[in-house]
């Protein structure tokens, strides 16, 4: 299974970007799928979340910012992400989860400046 994620760039504070993640396999099966992010010298994080039924969750750190979504007839996650702050510069991941089996793609880098 692959998954490729791409969408990252450098943004100014305040900017937007989507970051998009397609899959190799069909993820009309996948029960959960999600965006990580990974900042310089700091832990990998849960960003936010969507099950097969549409259900989301969100870091606090994100909320009312970002926006994920799915869309299984492509294979596709997005990740919408409003008012970038500095502090949101991370290497970001997707991963998917079908049954026992929990995948995660190459990350892309996203960079806001101040």
């Known amino acids: 299974v692959q998954l490729q994620a791409s969408g990252g760039g450098f943004v100014q504070a305040g900017g937007s970007l989507r970051l998009s993640c397609v899959a190799s396999r069909s993820t009309g099966a996948s029960d959960n799928m999600s965006w990580y992010r990974e900042a310089p010298g700091k832990q990998r994080e849960l960003v936010a979340s969507?099950?097969?039924?549409?259900?989301?969750n969100y870091a606090d750190s994100v909320k009312g910012r970002f926006t994920i979504s799915r869309d299984n007839a492509r294979n596709t996650m997005w990740l919408q992400m409003n008012n970038l702050r500095p502090e949101d510069t991370a290497v970001y991941y997707c991963t998917a989860r079908w049954g026992a089996g929990w995948y995660m793609g190459q990350g892309t880098l996203v960079t806001v400046s101040s």
């Open positions: 969507i099950t097969n039924s549409g259900s989301t």
